[in-house]
């Protein structure tokens, strides 16, 4: 079964910093794109920063320059560096992979996400 653990939320002030982390375990096979991905009350979610397996990000224009998203494959961990945090960015944080793995005797792809981290930028 695979899973994907984020850690590193919290309460932090107008501009603070947070870093974010997401570890996927299981009988992961290949890990592809990496995402990041934010939902405020009453919004969408929407995208904040993707990375592939070769290290080629994208970033939303609200969090260019702000945020760094990088990963370390051998852990299986992406991380979301976020620097001059703003109210704006208050929302629960959710990690995405598009990954392939064992099921029995077969290779699968799916999409999975985390349960969420809650990030609060307030003072």
């Known amino acids: 079964q695979v899973q994907l653990v984020e850690s590193g939320g919290g309460l932090v002030q107008p501009g603070g910093s947070l870093r974010l982390s997401c570890a996927a375990s299981?009988?992961?096979?290949?890990?592809?794109?990496m995402g990041w991905y934010r939902q405020a009350p009453g919004m969408q979610r929407e995208l904040v920063a993707t990375i592939t397996s070769g290290g080629t990000t994208n970033y939303a224009d609200s969090v260019k320059g702000r945020f760094t998203i990088s990963r370390d494959n051998a852990k299986k961990t992406a991380y979301l560096q976020m620097n001059t945090l703003k109210p704006d960015d208050t929302a629960v944080y959710y990690c995405?992979?598009?990954?392939?793995?064992?099921?029995?005797?077969?290779?699968?792809?799916?999409?999975?996400w985390g349960q969420g981290t809650q990030v609060t930028v307030s003072s």
């Open positions: 299981g009988s992961i096979v290949r890990i592809n794109a």
């Open positions: 995405n992979a598009d990954l392939s793995y064992l099921s029995g005797l077969s290779v699968r792809s799916d999409d999975y």
